[in-house]
């Protein structure tokens, strides 16, 4: 992805430079492992998730400069989220919304949020209650060499672009109703609609994407489905227990993930997305 020379967005944070001062609990070992799996690509309200952990982050915090590689990833996440900024604006300005541009937050470790406290192993996620999306970049690691992603700087963009997507689904009050949708109903068709909800965020994604076709190189739509991929339901589920429960799935299989995805890089066209077959109308 072609990324230099962008403006500077004023709704990056990077708090790397003031880091907890240690690992949570939950960060390492197969717990984490797994807890990382079930939290990927976190969407809608994950309150009381973060709340759980919340007294497992460290109070306590050092301060440190940023190193030449991690400045470069600033610059790289700032020219995503700017692009993000940029896209999303002129979409919702062509449908006469109102487009509230979201908070973007780096962090190493651990971090506090308007919805709790979280760890590395929680993958990176979106946090309505402050509109912010909370990174800790350890996670494209993971992402490649226990998930089996491919890995490059399109990876982290689809991974920025899917977590924006479940900001745009805030703003339009799809995630306000499928929370309302979800109480109302058993495990399983809870977990549909929260199915339904990542593949629309997957799929606004791939509408970033195609409205973002003058910085794309080769490539990059394959690390975006290299990762796609490998996030899920059925990837993850095999590579962790071993056995897929397609009821107990949350965010999507491969195969649906990498083709809303498409979908909407295809299209271009916000009104395409509805993972949701009409129900929520």
């Not at 089996?148 to 990876?155: L, N, P, R, V, Y």
């Amino acid at each position: 992805m072609k990324w230099k020379g962008r403006r500077k967005s004023s709704n990056l944070e990077d708090r790397r430079g003031s880091s907890t001062g240690g690992k949570v609990a939950v960060g390492g070992g197969i717990i984490g492992l797994i807890f990382l799996a079930i939290q990927l690509f976190s969407g809608g309200d994950i309150t009381e998730t973060l709340q759980q952990l919340e007294n497992q982050v460290p109070a306590t915090t050092e301060s440190r400069e940023l190193t030449a590689d991690e400045i470069e990833s600033q610059e790289f996440i700032n020219a995503v989220l700017v692009d993000t900024e940029d896209i999303w604006n002129k979409i919702f300005s062509e449908n006469n919304i109102n487009y509230q541009e979201p908070g973007l937050v780096l962090f190493t470790d651990g971090v506090r949020t308007a919805c709790g406290g979280a760890s590395a192993a929680s993958g990176p996620f979106y946090c309505p209650a402050d509109q912010k999306v909370y990174m800790d970049l350890s996670f494209f690691e993971e992402l490649r060499t226990r998930f089996g992603a491919q890995g490059g700087d399109f990876a982290i963009a689809y991974v920025i672009a899917h977590e924006v997507g479940h900001h745009v689904q805030t703003i339009l009050g799809t995630s306000g109703k499928v929370r309302q949708l979800q109480q109302e109903q058993n495990q399983t068709a809870a977990n549909q609609l929260s199915v339904a909800l990542e593949l629309q965020a997957d799929f606004y994604a791939g509408v970033w994407a195609y409205h973002n076709k003058e910085y794309l190189e080769e490539g990059d739509i394959q690390e975006a489905m290299s990762a796609a991929s490998a996030v899920g339901d059925d990837a993850i589920q095999k590579r962790t227990s071993g056995r897929v429960v397609p009821d107990a799935f949350t965010h999507g299989t491969s195969k649906q993930r990498m083709e809303w995805f498409m979908r909407g890089y295809n299209s271009g066209d916000i009104r395409q997305g509805d993972t949701f077959n009409g129900r929520l109308n």
